[in-house]
């Protein structure tokens, strides 16, 4: 059982191997990360000015991963399959974009009131047409964004012969975190002014 | 139409889980707009930079540990139960390195950024004392949190693969930025 041998310097399971994996990717991601970090900080006045804006922040980290992770994985199981083809007319890619514009229409608006709400009850209020407007054209935004993402990923690793379970999705999601703050603060700043 | 027909059956399928990242989402919103985190945030500038790489890099720390253990329990390679196994005790070693490591880069990188293009900032030492705080409350709670529920959805037959994401991003953004605050909070009363 050398080869599953805890011990073993080339073990997959060392706590070794597991840091000096993981260690790098997550030094390119913070890295990356302060690009919105960045934005969140220059818009500092605006954001501490209107809190209810930061209840939209996590959401908007979050979302546009999660749907691109969820088209993702649709796109490459069915490229697997062989049901997909990269072909402006594939009906199978269109059925897939349509529920996720549903999916994000749907989220988003829930986003807008929910935010709304908790700003009454926590955080100084806001008017509520501003947020929908903020929360679903931001979200929309960012949709669009995830979709083609996706749809790109999955088309480059699938001709580079990669398998878009290991690369498409880590990078969809992560390059999705990123956009997440840059077009919820851009958004915000043509709303509000 | 049976293209629309499709479209509303990956709707229905995908909403469930999107609701309840919403709600995790959510909530960790109103605690970021809350006026103590607020009050934090002017008192520590700084904190707003290194937010969202704070927040991303939950995900990625423990959603690689549950694959792991997910492949792990799959393969046979581990059992699902609290053990001293050295696999287990080292993938769980690993992510507590990878956990508070990065987040103490974050507060090193974020006050060095400040510095570089000579913005105000926090103190070096404020800023990782948050972190590290935040970070080793964040991963004793998500890691053992995480393995909980992976043990537990194995036994009940349950594919830990399906389940993995959306546990850890809610988790993650709920305890994240709730241990956030509290680092803050002792922080603030210890400088």
């Known amino acids: 059982m050398a080869a599953t041998d805890p011990d073993e310097p080339t073990d997959t399971w060392s706590i070794r191997s597991i840091v000096a994996t993981m260690f790098p990717i997550l030094i390119a991601l913070s890295i990356l990360e302060m690009g919105s970090g960045y934005v969140l900080e220059e818009l500092e006045a605006t954001y501490l000015a209107n809190p209810t804006l930061l209840v939209l922040v996590p959401v908007m980290i979050g979302m546009g991963g999660n749907l691109g992770a969820i088209l993702s994985s649709r796109l490459s199981t069915r490229l697997h399959l062989g049901l997909l083809e990269f072909d402006p007319r594939d009906e199978v890619l269109w059925t897939n974009v349509l529920a996720i514009l549903g999916l994000a229409a749907t989220i988003f608006t829930a986003l807008g009131i929910v935010a709304w709400l908790v700003g009454q009850l926590v955080a100084e209020p806001m008017a509520l047409v501003d947020l929908m407007l903020i929360s679903v054209v931001s979200g929309m935004i960012l949709a669009g964004l995830a979709i083609v993402l996706s749809v790109l990923a999955t088309y480059v690793s699938y001709t580079q012969g990669l398998d878009p379970d290991d690369t498409t999705i880590p990078v969809v999601t992560n390059v999705c975190d990123i956009l997440g703050v840059v077009v919820l603060s851009g958004v915000a700043i043509v709303v509000l002014n | ?191």
């Open chain 2, 1 to 191: 139409m049976a293209a629309r027909q499709d479209a509303w059956r990956i709707y229905r399928e995908s909403l469930p889980i999107l609701v309840v990242s919403l709600a995790g989402g959510v909530f960790a919103g109103s605690v970021l707009g809350s006026d103590g985190m607020t009050a934090g945030f002017e008192r520590f500038p700084g904190l707003l930079l290194l937010l969202p790489a704070f927040l991303a890099t939950r995900g990625n720390v423990y959603g690689a540990l549950g694959a792991r253990i997910s492949s792990g329990l799959h393969q046979g390679m581990i059992d699902p139960e609290f053990s001293w196994d050295r696999r287990l005790v080292n993938a769980v070693a690993a992510s507590f390195v990878n956990g508070i490591g990065i987040s103490v880069f974050i507060a090193v990188l974020s006050w060095g950024l400040l510095q570089v293009l000579s913005r105000e900032s926090a103190r070096l030492i404020e800023l990782v004392g948050i972190m590290l705080v935040s970070g080793v409350l964040t991963s004793f709670t998500l890691i053992f949190g995480m393995l909980a529920l992976v043990f537990a959805s194995y036994e009940y037959g349950l594919d830990p693969d399906n389940l993995i994401g959306p546990i850890v991003t809610t988790l993650g953004d709920i305890f994240g930025v709730v241990f956030l605050f509290v680092a803050i909070t002792v922080v603030g009363v210890i400088f």
